[in-house]
Each structure stands twice: as C-alpha cells, then as structure tokens.
C-alpha cells in the first residue's frame, strides 16, 4: 500500500498503549488519520478496512525523537575518540561548507533511519546557516514532507564566535540581528498551530559556549510572544560547567534560568551535569529534557541523572542527538540505552522498561507539546503507530513482548504509519529509495569533508 486509505484495522498484536493497558491479541482502528478504537480481541467491524494480520507482532505508539541534528548524518565517523569540544573544532569546519542539497540529502538519510527505528515524530536542532547556504531550514523541512515524518524543526543559532571568547569560528556564525529577524520569518512562514500539525517551529539558540546571552534572552522574548518552544543544549559536558564557571560565575543551569529559559515551553538536550539545585530547578519548572544516552556515551559526556529528574517533575524525552555523535541515530536503541544506562548508575530499579518505553513515546510528545495529540494509543489521537515483528527466531521465545522489543535485538518494523500513513512496510521505507539516498549521502560527505581540506 503506498497511500493512506480511510481505514485500517490492525488485529492479533500485543497492544501496548504506554497509558498503563496492554491487550495479548488486541487491536487498533484508525480512520483518517486518526485513532478511532483499540481494546481487546478482534476489532468490532471490519467493514471497508484494510485489515492487518499482526498476529506475532507487538503494537506501540510511534516512538518520538526529541534531539538531533539531521544535516550531521552526511558527516558520520569523523573525530570519533575527540572529546565534545575537539570533535566540534574538528566539525566545525566541515559544517561550513553545508548548503541547501548537502542538508536536504542528509536529512533525507537520517528521516528515512529514524523511521525505520519506530520513530513517526521528530524534531531537529539545526544551527549552521552559511551565508551562501541558501534555504537550509527549507531543505530539511522538504525532506521531512518527503520522508513522511511528523516534524517539529527548530530555528537554530549561534552569534558567539571565537573572536568573542566562543568555541565556533568566526565565520559560522551570524549577527543577532539576523538571527531574530530569521527566527520570526520561519515561525511565519511554517508554524502550524493546529492540532493535527505535521509541522511546528521552535526557537533554539545552540549552547552557552557558542551564544550570547542576549540572543537567549531575546529568542526567549520571541518565542513566547510567536506562541512558539524553546530548546538548546544544556550541561552536556564537565567543560561546559567549567566554561560557565569561569565566563559567568555560575552553573549553566543558573545561568540560563537568570536568562529565563526555564518553563513548559522550554526544553533542554542533554543536562548530564546538573548539581541537586538543577534537578531541582528543570523538575519544578516543569521545563523538559531530551535525554540522549547513545550521544552521551560515545562522546564520554557521562550519564544524565534521568530518575532523579523525573522524580523531581521533569518531563523527559529520549533522543538520538545528532548523527555525527551516534553514527546509528536508532531511536529504539535509545529506549534500551536509557535503561541500562539509568541501571549502570542507580541501579535495578532505577528505570523499568515499561517506563523507558513510555519516555520513548509519551514522554517525548509530553517534552515537545504534543501530548494530548500524540505518544500513546488512545481513541481520538493522532494514529502515529509502530508494528514491530516479534516472531522471529530473535524473539519468538522471549516471555515479555516489551522486554523483547526494549531489552531484545532490534526487530524488523511491520508497519510504521504516521498520521494514518504507511511510511514503513516490512522493514522498508516506502516513500523514498533508500539506496539512492544512500549514494547521495556518500557523494556529499566526499565533498564536504574535501572542501573543508
Ligand atoms: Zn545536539
């Protein structure tokens, strides 16, 4: 099938709703594009519906990715012992030769491998704009379109180059002035406030190290004045703190809370090094996290103190972060990362697999404003879905569907509808030729790294 049709009836599957049921052999209506029934045993009327036999399967939310930078999935595998600080000044230079085809291709590569991971939502942090890029918020918003994915892209920035005490060089980065007036066009010209919205802006700053605090302070005015979200990265590594320590006297959580970035509309990637009176300052405010393990890992940034957050009231989301930092930006990966990671520190009980599914899927939609609308199987809500095959010789012994899919090897993707349509089928992405893109990936990555000399 290569097109939504009116209705589609998935029968036979474990149904897992993260809202606390699950039905062995369950089912799920959707009509439109919207999820009309899910309760136990075959589905009451069939009439007129495509009818998927999920039998052997299990039947989740589409999971939702709350942190990345898609155009970084054509410059994969480069810096990859470098600490966060040296793998940016090795990247740097090659992220400024990017233009619109460099970050439409490699958006297109990293959209189609999000999907194949269960992920029907995503968001982008893009903060690189070349004064000769041409349209790059455009390109990857295209590709989103293409790819089929629910998209919620945020209008980056960085204003603090080297010359200035910031880590980017100089010519990577624009002028305040621009930036703002750059960030109201794009809420204008693409924000969709609706509720089905396939497409919301956010205003994103990058990180201590690399804006003003006036930017922060005026993204922030900005945003809340377009009704729009606030994202940047946060206390990601022991050199960030060590950075705002010695520039502003204070913890980068201090630092940007006294800037007022704190709140439901704002939510921050990574927070790994966060003292009690952060925890207590995101939890209470209710301010968001994307918690990204995987990134976190191979970049030796530490461990995000993930129970202790939601504890304090903290809504927490997973990501996958960018693609130059997790070579893999598997989605599902990141839900089983964010068990063994919260166990590594805190022990058995420290994050169950229910709960990190739910994270993976409500808690993102929670994180990006989306949560009446999306991340869990509720009649009424958008039908974002995940069909994952579980009977194969992988699996089909493994006594927990869920631990199966968390804890288990990845399995094959059934089915991955995104607002009621088929985007992945039988473990392919059916809107875009994989081995195309792939080639033009390659092609990207040899021109960008040799530009860069
Ligand atoms: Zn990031």
């Known amino acids: 099938m290569d097109r939504a049709v009116d209705r589609i009836v998935i029968e036979g599957a474990h149904v897992v709703t993260v809202t606390g049921q699950e039905f062995a052999g369950g089912h799920v209506v959707v009509e439109g594009n919207r999820i009309t029934a899910v309760g136990p045993g075959p589905a009451p009327d069939r009439a007129g519906a495509r009818v998927v036999d999920a039998r052997g399967c299990l039947l989740t939310p589409g999971l939702v990715n709350t942190h990345h930078h898609l155009y970084q999935w054509v410059t994969r595998g480069l810096a990859v012992d470098a600490t966060l600080f040296e793998w940016l000044t090795t990247l740097y230079p090659v992220w400024a ?7 439409h291709t490699g958006a297109t590569g990293a959209l189609a491998a999000l999907a194949r991971s269960g992920c029907t939502t995503t968001t982008d942090h893009h903060y690189v704009f070349p004064r000769e890029g041409g349209d790059v918020l455009g390109a990857e918003i295209r590709a989103a379109a293409e790819v089929g994915l629910r998209f919620h892209p945020t209008r980056g920035s960085m204003d603090l180059g080297r010359s200035a005490g910031g880590l980017p060089p100089d010519h990577v980065v624009e002028d305040t002035a621009t930036i703002l007036a750059a960030s109201a066009d794009a809420v204008a010209r693409w924000h969709d406030p609706s509720p089905d919205s396939m497409l919301r802006i956010a205003l994103a700053p990058c990180s201590p190290f690399s804006v003003t605090g006036d930017l922060m302070r005026e993204s922030a005015a900005l945003a809340r004045e377009l009704g729009v979200r606030l994202h940047t990265h946060l206390a990601e590594t022991a050199d960030e703190e060590d950075f ?4 502003f006297g204070c913890t980068p959580t201090e630092y940007v809370a006294d800037l007022g970035w704190t709140g439901s509309d704002v939510w921050f990637a990574h927070t790994v090094h966060l003292d009690d009176a952060a925890v207590k300052t995101i939890g209470t405010s209710g301010t968001g996290v994307a918690h990204c393990p995987t990134s976190n890992g191979r970049l030796g940034a530490g461990i995000a103190r993930v129970r202790d957050l939601l504890d304090a009231g903290a809504r927490v989301g997973l990501g996958v972060d960018g693609a130059a930092s997790n070579e893999g930006t598997s989605l599902l990966e990141e839900v089983k990362h964010a068990v063994l990671f919260a166990r590594a520190v805190g022990g058995p009980t420290a994050l169950g ?3 990190a599914l739910e994270l993976g899927t409500l ?6 404003g989306r949560a009446a609308e ?7 809500k958008l039908a974002d879905l995940a069909v994952w095959r579980l009977d194969g010789p992988l699996h089909a012994d493994v006594a927990d569907p869920v631990a199966a899919l968390v804890l288990g090897a990845p399995p094959p993707l ?12 039988a473990g392919e992405v059916r809107t875009v030729d994989g081995a195309a893109v792939a080639a033009a990936c390659a092609d990207v990555h040899r021109t960008l790294v040799a530009k860069a000399g």
């Open 374 to 380: 999306i991340g869990s199987i509720e009649p009424g």
């Open 414 to 425: 059934e089915l991955l509808l995104v607002n009621g349509r088929p985007v992945v089928e």
């Open 97 to 103: 030769g990017i233009d619109e085809h460099a970050v």
């Open 363 to 368: 808690g993102g939609a929670q994180v990006l």
């Open 244 to 247: 705002c320590r010695e520039r």
């Open 353 to 355: 697999v229910r709960r």
